[in-house]
């Protein structure tokens, strides 16, 4: 079954500490794996995918195919950084993107 | 760039109505997909199209359709409305199949 699994609802911690959202995945053969993010009243936007190999806006992503997660990290958490982040896949010819549930991150100043 | 735009941004319908949504996608993309999204879940893959064929539908009943304009801009269609359908629903452009997904702002379709 092709699945996403992002186990916290809620994360919440201080500014300046690090961050690290968990993401698993579910798929038979070799998905692409992102992360969308969601700040307050606006749409749904990529902050960065795995082929990329880039840092956006001070967040990395490693995919590990032998864990098959996808964790997001950022090493010094910021205020704005306050929104709800999806981990997703897309593989296959109909290229559908699967969203996990989201967990919304909270940054305490 | 107007980026993806969606209408109408909110929608009350009656349980056993019809109700489309209607999708502009960024100008240049050719392939669109349309998202349920329920309040607390991820969003949930619906129908994508590509060059205004059908290339991927999701698992929802045959209640829902969508097609694709010759202008690339899509319609989403819902017959006998349920209150499980109340949702917000999302539309994504992508230049091509396997690019990077652009999102609308969505419809809030609640049924009553």
């Known amino acids: 079954a092709q699945r996403v699994t992002q186990p916290e609802k809620l994360l919440s911690v201080f500014k300046g500490a690090p961050v690290e959202l968990k993401c698993n995945y579910s798929y038979s053969g070799s998905p692409e794996l992102f992360w969308y993010v969601q700040y307050s009243r606006q749409r749904l936007q990529l902050l960065l995918r795995?082929?990329s190999r880039e840092s956006i806006k001070g967040f990395t992503a490693d995919l590990n195919k032998g864990e098959t997660s996808f964790h997001l990290k950022k090493p010094f958490a910021q205020e704005e950084d306050s929104a709800m982040y999806y981990c997703?896949?897309?593989?296959?010819?109909?290229?559908?993107?699967?969203f996990g549930s989201g967990t919304r991150l909270s940054i305490r100043p | 760039d107007a980026g993806v735009t969606q209408s109408p941004t909110h929608l009350i319908k009656t349980r056993g109505q019809h109700v489309t949504l209607r999708c502009s996608p960024i100008?240049?993309?050719?392939?669109v997909s349309w998202y349920q999204q329920v309040l607390g879940q991820g969003p949930q893959f619906i129908f994508q199209?590509?060059?205004?064929?059908?290339?991927g539908r999701g698992n929802f009943p045959d209640r829902f359709s969508a097609r694709q304009f010759p202008n690339y801009s899509s319609e989403l269609n819902v017959n006998a409305l349920l209150l499980g359908d109340s949702a917000l629903y999302l539309c994504a452009s992508r230049p091509g199949q396997r690019t990077e997904a652009f999102f609308g702002q969505g419809t809030r379709l609640t049924v009553v």
């Open positions: 997703a896949l897309s593989g296959g010819s109909a290229s559908k993107i699967i």
């Open positions: 199209y590509y060059e205004k064929e059908e290339r």
């Open positions: 795995h082929i």
């Open positions: 100008s240049g993309h050719k392939s």
